[in-house]
Nanobody, 121 residues
């Protein structure tokens, strides 16, 4: 069994900061890419930021220069530092990991349960 558990969401004023954390646990052999997605009401889920096992990163245009993704491979954890938050950043944020459960399985996508981020104007 594999679990991805997010934490760090909440309510913040426009211009404020939040740091999201996602810890993967359970039967994990190897993790490839990890990332953060978000889904606002009435909208499709979108990629916010991704990071490879080697540390290469990519960001949605809307968050470049404001958000920073990082990871701790030893602890199977990924972080999202969100600065200069805007009301349009309001959404449920989901953690994603592309991982193998053991040497015999293929890489598969796993998702966290989501954490709410609300930015007030």
């Amino acid at each position: 069994q594999v679990q991805l558990v997010e934490s760090g969401g909440g309510l913040v004023q426009s211009g404020g900061s939040l740091r999201l954390t996602c810890a993967a646990s359970g039967s994990i052999f190897s993790i490839n890419a990890m990332g953060w997605y978000r889904q606002a009401p009435g909208k499709q889920r979108e990629l916010v930021a991704g990071i490879s096992s080697g540390g290469s990163t990519n960001y949605a245009e809307s968050v470049k220069g404001r958000f920073t993704i990082s990871r701790n491979n030893a602890q199977n954890t990924v972080y999202l530092q969100m600065n200069s938050l805007k009301p349009e950043d309001t959404a449920v944020y989901y953690c994603n990991a592309d991982l193998k459960r053991n040497v015999y399985t293929r890489y598969e996508d796993y998702w966290g349960q989501g954490t709410q981020v609300t930015v007030s104007s």
